[in-house]
């Protein structure tokens, strides 16, 4: 180590050797949405770790999970959006009002849609979903879709099950969707079926 690397704040080294990570990189590397990283952000802690709440200035883009604290940056989107997630969790909320803008593909877009009009404490199969958007035979492009959603528990992908009742995957864990269920069904003794 030198004194040029030492004074030199764009060194790209630390005296150990280990590279030089400034606050966004370390957002980058926690989210599933690094291409958001420039969007406002709001952040709800919940007993499953965090949420990020990515917007611009007209919608949310994105709800991200994390397990650790990211850091913000709000704006009137993303704080009314996590007042309402806030009201959730504490189930003082069953519906959400805010402007969405998820990125996608029309038949994503489509799912998406339809994932929205599962009421709240009552879930749905991919098949339910695959015949809503007019082809009973899309179930694994529904389940695909399903996966890609990128405003989750506003988009309430975690009310998707599996045609026989068991649990299905979920990005944010099978866990956090365990959690989100006993949440809506207010009870605490939703389990997952072998």
């Known amino acids: 180590m030198n004194k040029e690397s030492l004074a030199n704040p764009r ?21 599933n ?6 969007l406002y952000k709001s952040i709800v802690a919940t007993p499953h770790g965090f949420l990020s709440i990515f917007a611009t200035d007209n919608a949310v883009k994105a709800i991200d999970f994390s397990d650790i604290h990211p850091l913000a940056n709000e704006n009137r989107i ?22 969405l803008e998820p990125d996608g593909t029309d038949f994503q877009k489509h799912v998406w849609q339809a994932l929205l009009d599962i009421p709240f404490g009552t879930t749905a199969s991919y098949l339910d979903i695959a015949i809503a958007v007019g082809n009973k035979k899309a179930c694994r492009a529904v389940g695909a879709a399903n996966g890609k959603n990128p405003i989750p528990i506003v ?18 864990g099978l866990t956090r969707k365990t959690y989100l269920l006993a949440l809506e069904s207010k009870t605490s003794y939703f389990t997952i079926k072998g």
Request: hydrophobic letters at 30%.
């Open 155 to 172: 988009i309430p992908c975690h009310r998707i099950i599996g045609t026989n009742g068991k649990l299905t995957g979920y990005a944010g």
């Open 11 to 31: 060194s790209s080294k630390l005296q150990t050797g280990v590279p030089q990570i400034n606050a966004g990189q370390i957002h980058a590397l926690h989210t």
């Open 33 to 38: 949405y690094p291409e958001y990283a420039h």
């Open 78 to 99: 993303s704080k009314l959006a996590a007042k309402q997630l806030s009201e959730y969790i504490a189930n003082k909320r069953e519906c959400f009002d805010l402007p």
